[in-house]
């Protein structure tokens, strides 16, 4: 517990600007003794008398709690009801400046012999207000006794290990995504799509008849924000389990999911890097090997694309996928002739964009975020590049034709969701959107998966409940993989391996006439 007592009450050599005793959050509320003697058969003890000294309590002095046990007397410092004297000399851990020492401290009485009781006069608390306290040596903590304390805690979780798991009331699990920045606009929608399903999933039972419930932090897309907010998951809502996306913060919260033993499922990350990042971190989203190699060896082998040019983000997005794209498109045949990266932060593209255009290429692959390729488009189509453009799902959004209006004309995406023509419950949904909130969902594949995300974690959960096993991050995963694959809602089937990677059928579409229309199924 943080002390309350101002910095100045006692000096700033003398009093700390946050109490670090190792036993502070164990009791609560500190006290700062003033005056403390020992009894000695009715005669104020003559080692008393000896000038008093500051304790060393300071911020930033390390030490453990053994370590003060072994300190000589002179340095204690006082918890309600909790203390424990280092010999028979126990000094204050502060003294104000001008206090003058406590008088009949001999005139004691009590239960016990007098030489085993302890006066501290003059303490204060974190109100600042002064209190006489009388302690007998039975209410201090002896070392002896806090050793066998914790000898018997040891035991206690012993015990409760090897005892039958409870299962929960409520079973727990997170969900990490950007509702504030600038790819806010399609978390958010991603959010709305998973809480439709974990309000579903409650309405007929929940996980046998308990509820789940779905925690939700903002990431903002940065890596940074991303470590705070699954940190937050995992060491205090301890969660099993957590969902999240965009590839660099994927990337960046994977060793808190491993080190913790955690699942980290990524649902829309699409590096291939992904499946490297630990025993703890899978993906139900078909990664850049999948869609993107699909979309380079059909613009060869249908498009009949012979050079092309690949524009990126400098990321964790955009360079491994650029990649695949780049090997792909020249194994299948082509050649690939310009090459080009773009900053994160960049609002202007002309320099990558005027080499694209000496490079003269057939078709253009754009490979970057949802918020910054119709940027890129734009300007791409201001410089007189009116090539073919393919991309990712990322660029597979209603806003993009708003945004673009006539210049979107002839982009084709990746999907891979089955469409609203593929799938009768897709429909259905889409169609929710357009009730419930006037529009189309920004980025509708991403809002599938998500959507079907909590389908999936109360399968492996309900399960794990049946046979009583602990909502575990350990028994989360081992449970997953037993499970292995699961039917969802939007997405279809999906099998979760030891390879860390799924495949699905990828979907093309192509802006016609201002809309997105179904094309093509890529292999």
Same mark, same amino acid.
């Given at each position: 517990m943080?002390?309350?007592?101002?910095?100045?009450?006692?000096?700033a %050599?003398?009093? &700390?600007?946050r109490?670090?005793? &190792?036993?502070a959050?164990?009791?609560?509320?500190?006290?700062?003794?003033?005056?403390?003697?020992t009894?000695?058969?009715?005669?104020?003890?003559?080692r008393?008398?000896?000038?008093?000294r500051?304790?060393?309590?300071?911020r930033?002095?390390?030490?453990?709690?053994?370590?003060?046990?072994?300190?000589?007397?002179?340095?204690?410092?006082f918890?309600?009801?909790?203390?424990?004297?280092?010999?028979?000399?126990?000094w204050?851990?502060?003294r104000?400046?001008?206090? &003058? #020492?406590?008088?009949?401290a001999?005139?004691?009485?009590?239960?016990?012999?007098?030489?085993?009781?302890?006066?501290?006069?003059?303490?204060?608390?974190?109100?600042?207000?002064?209190?006489?306290?009388?302690?007998?040596?039975?209410d201090?903590?002896s070392?002896?006794t806090?050793?066998?304390?914790g000898?018997?805690?040891?035991?206690?979780?012993?015990?409760?290990?090897?005892?039958?798991?409870?299962t929960?009331?409520t079973?727990k699990?997170?969900?990490?995504?950007?509702?504030?920045g600038?790819?806010?606009?399609?978390?958010?929608?991603?959010?709305?799509?998973?809480?439709?399903?974990?309000?579903?999933?409650?309405?007929?039972?929940?996980?046998?008849?308990?509820?789940?419930?779905?925690?939700?932090?903002?990431?903002q897309?940065?890596?940074?924000?991303?470590?705070?907010?699954?940190?937050?998951?995992?060491?205090?809502?301890?969660?099993?389990?957590?969902?999240?996306?965009?590839?660099?913060?994927v990337?960046?919260?994977?060793?808190?999911?491993n080190?913790?033993?955690?699942?980290?499922?990524?649902?829309?990350?699409?590096?291939?890097?992904?499946?490297?990042?630990?025993?703890?971190?899978?993906?139900?989203?078909p990664?850049?090997?999948?869609?993107?190699?699909?979309v380079?060896?059909?613009?060869?082998?249908?498009?009949?694309k012979?050079?092309a040019?690949?524009?990126?983000?400098?990321?964790?997005?955009?360079?491994?996928?650029?990649?695949?794209?780049?090997?792909?498109?020249?194994?299948?045949?082509?050649?690939v002739?310009?090459?080009?990266?773009?900053d994160?932060?960049?609002?202007?593209?002309?320099?990558a964009l005027?080499?694209?255009?000496?490079?003269?290429?057939? #078709?253009?692959?754009?490979?970057?975020?949802v918020?910054?390729?119709?940027q890129?488009?734009a300007?791409?189509?201001?410089?007189g590049?009116?090539?073919?453009?393919?991309?990712?799902?990322?660029?597979?959004?209603?806003?993009?034709? %708003?945004?673009?209006?006539?210049?979107?004309?002839?982009?084709?995406?990746?999907?891979?969701?089955?469409?609203?023509?593929?799938?009768?419950?897709v429909?259905?949904?889409?169609?929710?959107?357009?009730?419930?909130?006037?529009?189309?969902?920004?980025?509708?594949?991403?809002?599938?998966?998500?959507?079907?995300?909590p389908?999936?974690?109360?399968a492996?959960?309900?399960?794990?409940?049946k046979?009583?096993?602990? &909502?575990?991050?350990?028994?989360?995963?081992?449970?997953?993989?037993?499970?292995?694959?699961?039917?969802?809602?939007?997405?279809?089937?999906?099998t979760?391996?030891?390879?860390?990677?799924?495949?699905?059928?990828?979907?093309?579409?192509?802006?016609?006439n201002?809309?997105?229309?179904?094309?093509?199924?890529?292999?």
């Amino acid at each position: 517990m943080i002390c309350q007592l101002p910095v100045d009450r006692f000096g700033a %050599e003398s009093h &700390p600007s946050r109490c670090r005793h &190792p036993l502070a959050t164990q009791v609560g509320e500190c006290f700062h003794a003033t005056w403390l003697q020992t009894v000695d058969k009715g005669r104020v003890d003559a080692r008393a008398r000896e000038p008093l000294r500051p304790a060393l309590h300071r911020r930033g002095r390390e030490e453990t709690a053994d370590e003060h046990t072994k300190e000589p007397a002179g340095r204690h410092h006082f918890l309600r009801g909790k203390t424990r004297p280092c010999d028979r000399r126990l000094w204050p851990t502060h003294r104000p400046e001008g206090r &003058p #020492i406590a008088e009949g401290a001999g005139e004691v009485t009590g239960d016990g012999p007098i030489e085993e009781q302890y006066l501290i006069r003059h303490s204060y608390d974190n109100n600042a207000t002064e209190v006489d306290h009388m302690m007998t040596r039975s209410d201090l903590c002896s070392r002896r006794t806090a050793l066998m304390a914790g000898g018997a805690a040891m035991l206690l979780m012993t015990l409760s290990a090897t005892a039958p798991a409870q299962t929960p009331a409520t079973y727990k699990f997170g969900l990490a995504m950007p509702l504030s920045g600038s790819q806010a606009l399609y978390g958010a929608d991603q959010v709305k799509a998973a809480q439709w399903a974990v309000d579903a999933i409650n309405a007929k039972g929940g996980i046998n008849g308990k509820k789940l419930e779905m925690i939700t932090l903002d990431t903002q897309a940065d890596p940074q924000v991303g470590i705070n907010a699954v940190n937050r998951l995992v060491s205090v809502e301890k969660v099993p389990v957590f969902i999240t996306a965009w590839s660099s913060v994927v990337r960046a919260v994977a060793p808190i999911a491993n080190d913790n033993k955690v699942v980290e499922l990524s649902i829309g990350a699409n590096s291939p890097d992904v499946a490297k990042l630990g025993d703890y971190v899978y993906t139900t989203f078909p990664l850049a090997d999948v869609d993107v190699a699909a979309v380079a060896r059909y613009s060869v082998e249908k498009m009949g694309k012979k050079k092309a040019a690949v524009l990126y983000i400098n990321n964790d997005t955009g360079i491994v996928a650029a990649g695949v794209y780049r090997d792909t498109f020249a194994k299948a045949g082509g050649q690939v002739v310009a090459y080009e990266a773009y900053d994160p932060k960049a609002t202007d593209f002309t320099g990558a964009l005027l080499k694209v255009r000496s490079a003269q290429p057939d #078709i253009i692959h754009l490979h970057g975020l949802v918020g910054d390729m119709p940027q890129v488009v734009a300007q791409m189509r201001q410089l007189g590049l009116n090539q073919p453009i393919t991309s990712y799902s990322g660029l597979y959004n209603p806003k993009v034709i %708003e945004q673009l209006g006539q210049a979107a004309e002839g982009i084709i995406a990746t999907s891979l969701a089955p469409g609203v023509g593929d799938l009768p419950a897709v429909a259905e949904y889409v169609e929710r959107w357009r009730k419930e909130e006037k529009r189309e969902p920004n980025g509708l594949p991403y809002t599938q998966y998500l959507h079907d995300a909590p389908y999936m974690v109360a399968a492996i959960l309900t399960s794990m409940d049946k046979k009583g096993l602990a &909502p575990t991050g350990e028994n989360f995963r081992k449970e997953m993989l037993a499970l292995a694959t699961f039917d969802l809602p939007l997405t279809g089937s999906v099998t979760v391996s030891d390879s860390h990677t799924v495949s699905k059928p990828v979907y093309l579409v192509e802006v016609k006439n201002g809309k997105w229309a179904p094309k093509d199924i890529a292999k």
